[in-house]
């Protein structure tokens, strides 16, 4: 089975095309370009060196890269460059390198795949190879960031196991080196000024990978050539960010604790407003019942003394003075009618209007009761009754029925009287 080819595969696939990992290496320019004054054309190494990105750039530089990898595929990129590689194990090959022979040691993504023993035999020999104020650079995935520790680190089967930033920082120290710098890389720049953090951030946005930069001793006219260089904080660490978050989730939960508060306020508001409004309701409520209850007493009161008026009325009517007072009511209501005018044409008739005057007279009471009407329909007593002095009505067509019906039998009086 031929898998010569596949982890250069692998890398293009699941970690980053070639031009974007070389524009990456970049970052580490500001730590190298005063390097490359101090040591013009010096030797530089690079364990496991891929595909030659880093050569390339060192390159660039002025210096003498050479590298080493024990993966043939990824080593035919550098080939078809011309870059100077090798083949073999890296580690063993820094052994062989004499003393403050290079100005750079290089090992991007290589320590999370070797042992701790290499590892420490890494930071020791490259030590001892570097000239003064060389450097060692060693780049890593970040296991600060969740997402990587849990799950991209392992997507990787060569990997051995994560390497905190903690413990490789402490290394160079423990070693020797002058100062130690960890450089936290590739996240995203929007992180750095966004104010909504979210818990997928605290999981996901930390750096993805990160570096420890050492520098082996020198002159102080040397080091401070990089002072501040390594004085500079770079990237997002799990700490910051988590920090970041919380503040926010802080200024959250106040926020929501200030409109808990004014939502419980106007809840109590409105309770207190409903509660008013139930009791003028209520009150309103009360003082209608009231009314409603006086009107319907009313209402009673009216139909009881309706009832009583009805039946005085009907007993009034079933008594023996209402109907011997029959009559008389029927003349007032002639004298009061239209049929007043047969009246007058009456009293035209002397001799007729004696003997009414003598019927009449008989009765004061009745006699004065009809002068009433007579006064009340018009009549003055000064004034004789005549043909061409009367407002009686221009026909008997014009008179009720009931006044045609006097006005008939008086016509059938007068008419025996003149017999």
């Known amino acids: 089975m031929n898998l010569s080819g596949f982890y250069r595969a692998f890398e293009e696939r699941f970690y980053a095309p070639r031009s974007v990992i070389k ?84 090992a991007f ?40 520790a849990t799950r991209n680190f392992y997507l990787d089967p060569t990997h051995q196991r994560p390497v905190t930033p903690m413990l490789l920082g402490f290394l160079p120290e423990f070693h020797g080196f002058a100062r130690v710098a960890t450089v936290r890389l590739q996240e995203k720049s929007d992180i750095h000024t966004r104010e909504d953090i979210k818990l997928t951030d605290v999981l996901t946005a930390v750096s993805p990978d990160y570096a420890v930069v050492a520098q082996k001793s020198a002159s102080a006219e040397i080091l401070n050539l990089f002072s501040e260089v390594f004085s500079k904080r770079r990237g997002v660490d799990l700490h910051n960010l988590a920090n970041r978050f919380d503040h926010r989730l802080d200024d959250f939960m106040s926020a929501h604790h200030e409109t808990r508060k004014a939502v419980d306020h106007l809840r109590a508001d ?58 008389l009511r029927g003349a007032v209501s002639f004298l009061r009618s239209p049929g007043s005018y047969t009246m007058a044409k009456v009293l035209q008739y002397p001799e007729l209007s004696d003997k009414i005057n003598r019927v009449i007279l008989k009765f004061p009471g009745l006699h004065q009761r009809l002068r009433s009407a007579a006064i009340q329909n018009g009549w003055s007593p000064e004034v004789h009754w005549s043909e061409e002095k009367t407002d009686a009505p221009a026909s008997i067509a014009d008179i009720s029925p009931r006044a045609q019906a006097i006005h008939a039998s008086l016509v059938q009086e007068i008419a025996k009287l003149k017999s």
Request: proline share 4%; aromatic share 6%.
């Open 23 to 106: 524009t990456l290496r970049m970052q580490y320019l500001p730590y190298i370009s005063e390097l490359a004054k101090i040591y013009p054309g010096a030797a530089t190494f690079d364990l496991g060196c891929g595909r030659g990105e880093w050569l390339e750039l060192m390159q660039a530089q002025g210096f003498k890269p050479f590298g080493v990898d024990l993966d043939a595929g990824m080593l035919s990129a550098c080939q078809e460059l011309g870059l100077s590689v090798a083949k073999g194990d890296a580690i063993v090959y820094l052994q062989s390198l004499e003393d403050q022979s290079q100005a750079v040691i290089s």
């Open 270 to 327: 409105t309770e207190n407003a409903d509660h008013q409004l139930r009791a003028e309701i209520n009150r309103a409520e009360h003082q209608l019942r009231k009314e409603i209850d006086a009107i319907r007493s009313e209402i009673g009161n009216l139909n009881r003394n309706l009832a009583a008026a009805l039946q005085e009325n009907a007993d009034l009517r079933r008594s023996i003075s209402w109907r011997i007072t029959a009559p």
């Open 109 to 148: 993504h290589v320590v999370e795949h070797i042992e701790f023993e290499q590892l420490q035999t890494l930071v020791f020999e490259a030590l001892r190879v570097l000239k003064p104020g060389g450097l060692l650079i060693m780049e890593t995935p970040n296991p600060e960031n969740i997402e990587v």
